[in-house]
Nanobody
Framework: QVQLVESGGGLVQAGGSLRLSCAASGRSFSVYAVGWFRQAPGKEREFVTAISLSGLRTYYVDSVKGRFTISRDNAKNMVYLQMNSLKPEDTAVYYC???????????????WGQGTQVTVSS
């Protein structure tokens, strides 16, 4: 079992930045790839980005490339999502997820966090 807890969401103006954090506990965090998903009201949950066990491989959906950066610190059992140049369409609940699979995308989630709200005002 891996427990994931997100933090860092909030309200920000368009063009601003936020950094989300995902804290992991339970089984060894370093054996899992970690991803971030988001779900806007009335829409399906969307895979946004992922980072490999080592941190050397990352993936970003086209809509966030160049604006979002995922990173991890296995010593601290933490994963971060730095979000810059935020747009109103980035408004969603953001979820941290872990996976033992390495062939993403698609990201095959084993464990989910509870989510953190990000709201970008225009």
């Amino acid at each position: 079992q891996v427990q994931l807890v997100e933090s860092g969401g909030g309200l920000v103006q368009a063009g601003g930045s936020l950094r989300l954090s995902c804290a992991a506990s339970g089984r060894s965090f370093s054996v899992y790839a970690v991803g971030w998903f988001r779900q806007a009201p009335g829409k399906e949950r969307e895979f946004v980005t992922a980072i490999s066990l080592s941190g050397l491989r990352t993936y970003y959906v086209d809509s966030v490339k160049g604006r979002f950066t995922i990173s991890r610190d296995n010593a601290k059992n933490m994963v971060y999502l730095q979000m810059n140049s935020l747009k109103p369409e980035d408004t969603a609940v953001y979820y941290c997820a872990s996976s033992r699979d390495s062939s993403w995308p698609p990201f095959k989630t084993d464990y989910w966090g509870q989510g953190t709200q990000v709201t970008v005002s225009s």
